[in-house]
């Protein structure tokens, strides 16, 4: 078994985004039922408007939250590390 990049494709990279961001209760009901709407799943780099909108939304309602590790708390910004506040 070999590990690396685990996206497959642009359908699947997507639906598993908005299913997991909403599985853990990061995205709301809405923004979740609005995805499969608005979203064809179907390519990354010519996404409609309305799903880099909706991308957009999620991103919002995740917060300063790492998704790879949405347990931990998130890092401070470089400059406070940095200053020590």
């Not at 908005?18 to 009901?29: E, K, N």
Request: a negative charge.
């Amino acid at each position: 078994m070999q590990v690396g990049n685990a996206i497959t494709n642009d359908y699947h990279h997507y639906l598993g985004l908005f299913q997991f961001l909403w599985y853990v209760g990061l995205i709301s009901d809405e923004t979740y039922k609005l995805s499969g709407v608005l979203c064809d799943y179907e390519s990354l780099i010519q996404s409609p408007d309305s799903c880099i909108e909706i991308i957009g939304i999620a991103v919002e309602e995740m917060g300063n939250i790492d998704m790879y590790n949405i347990y931990t708390p998130p890092a401070l910004p470089m400059l406070a590390r940095r200053s020590g506040c």
